[in-house]
T-cell receptor, first 115, second 116 residues
């Protein structure tokens, strides 16, 4: 079945460090790929997405490129801030009829940025 | 525009009791998804509903779990005769009517169910 594997956490970095969180997927079709972020006590928020191969999603300094050849969608940020501390989820959706865009999630990576 | 509301935020039940989790979608959204997050695991899809219709319940356990999204009022996820293994965070997400492209799902803060 479809699945998402992402980097085990927790990850702790110093402010202004470079961030990479790895994500790979297995899917029977051509999925759309997403990164969601969850801040403490809140629901998940869409951070960025890419809907086809070689697309690059970007938002708030974060980027991820849809790599079909390596089935990957790694999340990167050049200089992290304390406010980036959260749990990050990689996810895919294959879509279907009737508007069903259910998401398949990875296990999440907890990121802590220290000043 | 208020976000997706879920209540209660925390729910404690004893084994054998019933749990009712409520989700009010964002205004104008007619699609609701329920996901479950077990400890140390990612979110797992449970069910997808449109107003008065269950479209996809492939992720729902076959027994004790049911969901509805009536014409009026919130979506309800109901768990009968809860067991300790039902302890998890339950997230609801809503999205608008599909027009074209991807319709973003907006998530609620979740209900954390603890079964004693």
């Amino acid at each position: 079945g479809d699945s998402v594997t992402q980097m085990e956490g927790p990850v702790t970095l110093s402010e202004e460090a470079f961030l990479t969180i790895n994500c790979t997927y297995t899917a029977t079709g051509y999925p759309s790929l997403f990164w969601y972020v969850q801040y403490p006590g809140e629901g998940l928020q869409l951070l960025l997405k890419a809907t086809k191969a070689d697309d690059k999603g970007s938002n708030k300094g974060f980027e991820a490129t849809y790599r079909k050849e390596t089935t990957s969608f790694h999340l990167e940020k050049g200089s992290v801030q304390v406010s980036d501390s959260a749990v990050y989820f990689c996810a895919l959706s294959l879509g279907s009829n009737f508007g069903n865009e259910k998401l398949t999630f990875g296990t999440g990576t907890r990121l802590t940025i220290i000043p | 525009n208020a976000g997706v509301m879920q209540n209660p935020r925390h729910l404690v039940r004893r084994r054998g009791q019933e749990a009712r989790l409520r989700c009010s979608p964002m205004k104008g959204h007619s699609h609701v998804y329920w996901y479950r997050q077990l400890p140390e695991e990612g979110l797992k899809f449970m069910v997808y509903l449109q107003k008065e219709n269950i479209i996809d319940e492939s992720g729902m356990p076959k027994e004790r779990f049911s969901a509805e999204f009536p014409k009026e009022g919130p979506s309800i996820l109901r768990i009968q005769q809860v067991v300790r293994g039902d302890s998890a965070a339950y997230f609801c997400a809503s999205s608008p009517l599909k027009t074209s492209g991807y319709n973003e799902q907006f998530f609620g803060p979740g209900t954390r169910l603890t079964v004693l």
